[in-house]
Nanobody
Framework: QVQLVESGGGFVQGGGSLRLSCTDS????????MGWFRQAPGKEREFVAA????????YYRDSVKGRFTISRNNAKDTVILQMNSLKPEDTAVYYC??????????????????WGKGTLVTVSS
């Protein structure tokens, strides 16, 4: 069964770190990018970060640059989002996503092929 399973969310204080992981159990070799969207309460889902199939190209939204790092494993079935220096504004449900197209800060939901169920990240002040 094709699915994306996220893990690693939790509750941390501002300035702390979390490591999110997503595994694509039904990955096809046509999947080109993997990444993360997030949705805060009462807000729209927004792009967070993405990485190419080979791991050589990454994109981040401006607000997380220098704090978040995205990567993927050699088998290309797992994507990691290392989140450092977390801020209360990072509080959201984080969704793992895949796309056959290049995924960047301009990517919208229509370009996403698969969505995970989400993992909650809560950052206190």
């Amino acid at each position: 069964q094709v699915q994306l399973v996220e893990s690693g969310g939790g509750f941390v204080q501002g300035g702390g770190s979390l490591r999110l992981s997503c595994t694509d159990s039904g990955r096809s070799f046509t999947s080109y990018y993997m990444g993360w969207f997030r949705q805060a309460p009462g807000k729209e889902r927004e792009f967070v970060a993405a990485v190419s199939w080979g791991g050589d190209t990454t994109y981040y939204r401006d607000s997380v640059k220098g704090r978040f790092t995205i990567s993927r494993n050699n088998a290309k079935d797992t994507v990691i989002l290392q989140m450092n220096s977390l801020k209360p504004e990072d509080t959201a449900v984080y969704y793992c996503v895949t796309s056959r197209r290049v995924m960047s800060p301009i990517t919208q939901g229509d370009d996403i092929d698969k969505w995970g169920k989400g993992t909650l990240v809560t950052v206190s002040s």
